[in-house]
């Protein structure tokens, strides 16, 4: 996640009368100071830094190569471990579609027995739904109609959007497209790769085949070299909270993002996923 420098801006002019008194011919000390003026808590220790670095350039130094040390040191072993592999998937261009399978809904009929469910209630299918998939590797959900309604609305209106997803060492974004019934997720950049060639890391389709019951199903297959179970419910979870139409600030963003592409900051579904609140 980028870091605004407004404020390390703002902070390194007010305080530059100190520096010029401290700075020393050192091309150490520069670059130390240099990368410093980089964490977005400089501001609150300019002082002490400055204070050490006059009475003790040596302690100053080491300090900071300590500092650099240790941070070295815990990215190896938070990265260390990582299989490039897993990211594979996404880096490699998937078969052209053609233009019947990007319109063509699939069929609840192809993955469940929908006659076994004829006779049986919203709440009924509900429960069915959820301890069928409750072994698989899938995300599901059952969403009621009129809410699908909005949804779907929402789909054809902003058929395109973008979305953070949380990653180790800030956001990774997944763009989704809607066709019909169906949302494909794609990693941006992926998809900056090989465009319409890209392969999706999600893809979420509902069924309404029920909707006489008041229900539409959703099933959202992942591939699990690029997503966890988590991560694809997070996803899932972010795609149904801006298309429901329940919240103004979301509505807006996809409007902004659609209509004014120029003025669309991807800093504010950042803000958007951080305030969060599950009630």
């Not at 469910?117 to 409750?134: F, G, L, N, R, T």
């Not at 509505?251 to 659609?258: G, I, M």
Request: charged share 30%; proline share 4%; glycine share 2%.
């Amino acid at each position: 996640m980028a870091i605004s420098l407004k404020g390390l801006i703002s902070a390194s002019i007010k305080h530059s009368s100190i520096f010029r008194t401290i700075m020393t011919t050192s091309s150490k000390s520069e670059k130390a100071l240099e990368n410093l003026q980089k964490n977005p808590y400089f501001e609150k220790y300019v002082e002490r830094i400055a204070a050490l670095q006059k009475t003790s350039p040596e302690e100053f130094l080491r300090k900071v190569e300590e500092r650099e040390k240790t941070k070295n040191t815990e990215k190896k072993k938070k990265f260390g471990s990582v299989d490039t592999k897993q990211f594979s998937s996404v880096l490699n261009p998937k078969e052209a579609l053609t233009e019947d399978l990007t319109v063509q809904d699939k069929k609840l009929s192809d993955i469940f027995k929908v006659e076994l469910v004829k006779d049986k209630d919203a709440a009924e299918v509900q429960i069915i739904w959820e301890v069928y998939h409750k072994n698989k590797e899938v995300i599901s959900a059952t969403i009621p109609k009129d809410l699908y309604s909005e949804i779907h609305q929402n789909m054809k209106q902003y058929p395109t959007f973008l979305f953070p997803l949380p990653r180790s060492e800030g956001y990774e974004y997944i763009m989704c497209q809607c066709y019909r019934h169906t949302v494909h997720f794609t990693p941006l950049l992926a998809y900056q790769v090989h465009q319409e060639n890209a392969p999706e890391c999600l893809t979420m389709v509902h069924y309404t085949e029920l909707s006489d019951k008041g229900i539409v199903l959703m099933r959202g297959d992942y591939d699990k070299n690029a997503l966890t179970g988590k991560e694809a419910q997070c996803l899932a979870n972010q795609f149904q909270m801006f298309y429901n139409g329940k919240d103004k600030n979301k509505s807006k963003l996809l409007e902004t993002f659609t209509k004014t592409p120029d003025s669309f900051k991807h800093t504010d579904l950042i803000t958007e996923l951080e305030n969060i609140q599950l009630v």
